[in-house]
């Protein structure tokens, strides 16, 4: 079936005719197999057969555009340098001729936008324009400073975020933005009527929010069918006439980072803009699927053709689309099945969902499409690869990203039946491709017997009887899922790329997909006793580490394991409580002390006054367990952390040093928590590398073995 072609399938055919010995006397560096660009927010023109996206070539971000028949990638923007700036929101103006763009990070709570280089000029987060023809196409045009721009169908101006507040600035002329109106709280999901009269927003003020709609011509501002609970995600009619949202009740005492199966039902809720007339034509039933879960992306809602709803649902334990009708009525069963969807979004007219989801191969991602009245869906890609982001053209093309377990993330095309990478000229030419390994699908047993699944990754030259030292790696989130491939997302993308190169130098690689991750289902997800409600992932920890241990090819004195994020609260938490098992550990930004991370996401948490709450999220830290840790660890940290504070690893490093334990450090200053320097990305990675081979290669003594 031409329509579901392997991407570069001549490459991958000349990979299985190069011998395994070959392989094996070859070796690569960290520099070749961080080389590869990475592809981000891919879009598509609404009225033209254009898309664009971003890539990031070793730190250096960049547009490219590809536009029908030919569709051959062009970069459009000439940023050179490895500046940490990111470049994020794309959205083409109405005509296709130009494109509007973010440069630069968010805030923190302080207001500082990340300067990961320490620039003494300090940094910016900024809305661009470049034309992508005429006079002065190429050239890149600051129009003001801000965040989440939305065009106007007319083409004549783009509104933003600034502090909270919405924002205009003219796209015909060189005025200086102006502020539209004043709320209170703070302004987001930013929507366009179609005919550009007025502007749907979010207000969120807290414990609650609002839909809010701004009249352009009579300068009129309104709330619609206000409540106490959380109003979200506001989609318009086609004509404009009506508002659809999604409609969440207020659960207080829900604190992050703790399991929630089941809660207050949410709804869909329309509004007739004019009226003010509201009804709710939909709502989740009680148990399995009554707290709301979102897809990828920012859009949860959206309106199809024939006034049909789609959005996406857990009723049967897995994160499935449905539709319903706007006049109310049962909702249709979209994709059924045990599988969850991801990327999602709408053919032009309107009648169709092109979407991502694991169906029928749980750790990849592949795409399909569904009418969305219903039917059968139908797969618009297979195999052995991994496909993701999917975006449709005016003329009906889908544009994806796709990687394999060789092939790093490219942006692709389907034009009738046949893919085509957009920009295959920008691998570079020492990719080492073919020295990589394909990992294997293993599923082994937590401690407590849950089934777990990971990727196994061993050695291209692994020979018969020999015992080679292991690593266990643990992703962030816990809401990720580790494929058979390089990832869909930037900071796994490069963790993917460790485990390789880990596995290229003799190391028996296993990623861990440990309970409270995505991909199989509710109840996993939303495990019991997760996280800071006891700590249940350790079972998995403990579980993969005697999997290693139980393997004849492994050495049982030499497993270490690694992770980012949760992974590294995972990490710390296996060498708190396990360093009989695990000899040594890398911890990138790890949690250490549960209270004080819920703090960073709830300020108003106070382990005081939920004192009960509080110890049980202790005990389910590595902090409760520090005086058992006797194995030597490398922790590496940004001292911008957003996610993680930083002072999660200073104060793990003081309680290690008083206890004698070996710690070493690698600081970045000024670094947030998914590094934004390739450089950074090579420093970690190297040290972690480095660290592994010092403490996993060499047989162990009687100094430090257990």
Not at 666 to 673: A, N
Request: charged content about 20%; some cysteine.
């Amino acid at each position: 079936m031409s329509g579901i072609l392997r991407p570069w399938a001549l490459c991958a055919a000349w990979l299985l005719a190069v011998p395994v010995q070959l392989q094996s006397q070859e070796r690569f560096t960290l520099e070749q197999i961080l080389k590869a660009p990475f592809p981000s927010e891919l879009v598509a023109a609404a009225k033209v057969d254009k898309v664009a996206w971003v890539q990031n070539a070793e730190g250096v971000r960049n547009i490219w555009v590809a536009g029908g028949p030919a569709y051959q990638g062009v970069q459009v923007t000439r940023y050179g340098e490895d500046d940490g700036q990111e470049i994020s929101a794309l959205e083409f103006t109405p005509d296709g001729r130009g494109l509007v763009y973010v440069r630069g990070g968010g805030p923190n709570r302080q207001g500082e936008i990340p300067n990961p280089t320490s620039d003494p000029q300090g940094a910016e987060q900024a809305i661009w324009l470049v034309w992508l023809e005429g006079p002065n196409a190429g050239a890149p045009r600051k129009l003001a400073e801000g965040s989440s721009p939305a065009v106007s169908p007319k083409g004549d101006q783009v509104v933003f975020l600034r502090r909270g507040q919405v924002w205009s600035v003219s796209l015909i002329d060189s005025a200086p933005a102006k502020q539209l109106f004043t709320i209170r709280g703070s302004a987001g999901s930013l929507e366009f009527s179609p005919d550009a009269s007025a502007l749907a927003f979010v207000s969120n003020r807290g414990d609650h929010s609002f839909i809010g709609v701004y009249e352009f011509r009579s300068q009129r501002l309104r709330y619609l069918d206000p409540s106490v609970d959380r109003d979200r995600n506001p989609v318009w009619s086609p004509d404009g006439r009506r508002i659809a949202f999604i409609r969440v009740p207020n659960f207080r005492d829900q604190l992050p980072f703790m399991p929630r199966r089941e809660g207050l039902p949410w709804s869909i809720r329309v509004v007739d803009v004019r009226t003010g007339e509201a009804r709710e034509v939909w709502k989740a039933a009680e148990g399995k699927g009554s707290v709301f879960q979102g897809i990828a992306g920012g859009r949860q809602l959206f309106w199809g053709a024939n006034d049909r709803l789609v959005f996406p649902w857990e009723r049967t334990g897995w994160l499935n689309l449905y539709s319903v009708s706007v006049r109310g009525g049962p909702a249709t069963h979209l994709t059924p099945g045990e599988f969850e969807v991801e990327h999602v979004t709408l053919t032009p007219d309107g009648r169709e969902v092109v979407y991502s989801s694991n169906q029928g191969d749980i750790d990849r991602r592949h795409l399909w499409r569904v009418p969305v009245s219903g039917g059968r869906p139908q797969p618009v890609t297979a195999g052995r690869g991994i496909e993701w982001s999917p975006v449709v053209t005016a003329d009906g093309t889908i544009a994806f990203f796709a990687s394999d377990a060789r092939t790093p993330a490219h942006a692709e095309v389907l034009v009738n039946g046949t893919r085509k990478a957009l920009a295959p000229g920008t691998m570079p030419a020492d990719f080492p491709s073919r020295l990589l390994v394909e990992p294997t699908q293993v599923i082994f047993s937590g401690a407590d017997g849950m089934k777990i699944h990971g990727q196994l990754f061993l050695p291209a030259d692994l020979k018969p009887g020999e015992k080679r030292p292991a690593v266990l790696f643990f992703h962030g989130g816990s809401r990720r899922q580790m494929l058979l491939g390089f990832h869909y997302l930037g900071y796994y993308h490069n963790a993917y790329a460790l485990n390789q190169y880990l596995a290229s130098q003799g190391y028996i690689v296993l990623s861990v997909n440990y309970r409270s991750g995505t991909g199989y289902g509710l109840e996993f997800r939303e495990a019991l006793n997760y996280g800071a409600r006891g700590a249940s992932e350790f079972n998995d920890v403990l579980g993969a580490g005697l999997y290693l241990r139980s393997r004849p090819d492994v050495d049982p004195e030499r497993i270490g394991l690694w992770g980012g994020s949760y992974g590294g609260y995972l990490t710390a938490l296996g060498l708190a409580r396990a360093s009989d098992l695990f000899a040594a550990g890398v911890d990138l930004h790890g949690v250490h002390d549960w209270n004080q991370v819920i703090r960073n996401f709830v300020p108003s948490y106070d382990p005081q006054q939920r004192a009960e709450v509080a110890r049980l999220a202790f005990e389910s830290s590595p902090m409760a367990w520090v005086d058992g840790w006797r194995s030597p660890v490398l922790v590496i940290h940004g001292d911008d952390d957003r996610n993680v504070p930083f002072s999660e690893t200073v104060d793990l490093v003081e309680a290690l040093r008083r206890r004698g334990v070996e710690v070493e450090q690698l600081v970045f200053p000024d670094e947030v928590h998914g590094f934004l320097l390739h450089r950074s990305w090579l420093a970690a990675y190297r040290a972690a590398a480095d660290f592994f081979d010092r403490k996993l290669k060499a047989k162990p003594t009687a100094a430090n073995s257990k």
